[in-house]
């Protein structure tokens, strides 16, 4: 197991946002994580990822190293790499600089190396910076390299974000909403590229997406989660005929008598 | 040429060993009297002090304005060690530089906290704090101020008149500006933009974000007391607590807000500009404060990235202009 959780909680005062999950991935898969507004996804995702301290009593692990109590950089440093539902970009840095920005935890000099700046640093930087000009025109953003990231479209802006958490070359990606604001053409060549990334680079992902399309049409296996809890795991196919997701999602499912009362009164 | 700029992209200290030698011509070439060695002095020292806020507030992005404070623990570190225990320049130098590392330390903390204008307060009250206490306290000859402090000698040369201690102010200035750029331009340069960006993002992406503030406040601190320990055995030699008051402070800001904030020329520009303007500026005193204010505002209004910025800014728009074919707004 890459990613496992046992009895994940989260309180927010008296809300509880995360409420006992326990949750497991195998490595290379693609899970997707599908669930009304304030049902706990990203909540997950900040929990897994370090952002937010779990309640006591929950364990997380990720690829052998507990992780319930650990800061977000060493989660990071561990190989889990994430992106946010709001981008997050650096919006005042420039494009190649967001994504070098993202291979933080594996430059390979000291910092007193580069203090004096030894020759071996600019050589170092220098293939650095090769590498992330390729992931840059992977994803089709190496003509935008020197601008601004502020400057780029709303597409451009999700791409970058993924080549960003790309960029350290991660075990375990996690996407927060990817497409959400894409038009279909644009959501087409993100799954795409998404797709592509995975055979090149191994990943395992877990998706957050309320397009159940690009859900039903990548992902292994899903988790459906409402009130911080999950109610369903299984195959697309499984989880689109569960009660408690139809539930969840449309409301109560009624049969006629119940609809004609409802209508009359 | 070719080669020579591949030789200096993989030697960057051989540019700036061809800048010393240019500069070491300046006094005997150009200037015209000593007052201009004073003056150049004085622009090397506030370059280092430039330098060292441009890492803290326009890379790291944390607003910190009790930097003054830490010149002022630099300066007064040098005049005590040599007013108790005779120390000269060479010890009181490094010493200097370590003492303040620590203050920046102390500087530093509220940042895992306070941000923007919290921690501006938090920081003002900081540098004030130092300077008060120096003022109030006869171990710093309070108001009095420390005279006579030393000019360095090597080998017999004594650097005893402002046109000699240019060179001692050059080598610092040049040596400083040397390591801000090789750190600004490492990734470690790129953490600390990170966290002026997204403190969270940059977590998530693997940056110890208390480690690296620490880190950019540490480093701004050392240049700040090197640039100290100079202005302190600076020709003829005498430090006083009203040289470190916030209205310097805002100086040392507009420097950096005019060269261009998180630009790694920032500081450099600025400090530059502004020192000659302050100096041109002297039968104005009455109105000085009010030029540099109007600067800082003009600046941010209408070059929000400073001179630095503005000018990377035309380049930019032309190379890309030429790469892509298209104009971009």
Redesign the interface.
Known sequence: MLLKTKQLSKSFGGLKAMNKVDFELPKNEIRGIIGPNGSGKSTFFNLV???YDSDPGSYIEFDGHDITFT???EI??YGL??T?QLL??????TVL?NV??????K?P?K?FD????R?K???Q?RA?KEEMMELLSFVGLA?YA??NAS?LSGGQRRLLVLA?AIA?KPKLLMLDEPAAGLSPVNVDNLMKIIMQLKEKYGLTLIIIEHILKVVMDTCNSVTVFDHGQKIAEGTPAQVKDDNAVIEAYLGKKMDDEEMRKALAV | MEKFKSIIRDYPFIAFIIAFVILAFVPSVVFTDVYQSHLATLIFVNIVVAAGLNIVKGYCGQVTVGHVGLFAVGSYTAGTLFLYLGLGFWVTLPIAIIVTAFFGVAMGIPSFRLEGPYLALATLGGGEAIRLFIENGNFFRSTFGISDIPTPSLMGFNFDSPDRYYFISMTVMIIAVYFSFSILRSGVGRAFMSIREDPICAAAAGINVKKYKILAFILSAMFAGAAGAVYAHMPPGYIHPNNYTVIEMVTFLSMVVLGGLGHIWGGIIGAIIITIVYDLTRPLYKYQLLIFGLTIVLTILFMPKGLGGFIDRYFLEKRFKKKTGTEKT
């Open positions: 990822s370090g952002i800061p977000p950089h990071a440093g790499s994430r946010f997050r970009l650096y919006q005042d840095m600089d070098m920005s993202g291979y933080h935890t430059v000099y910092f580069a203090v004096i700046g020759k640093i600019w050589d930087e650095i003509d020197e601008l400057e960003r350290m």
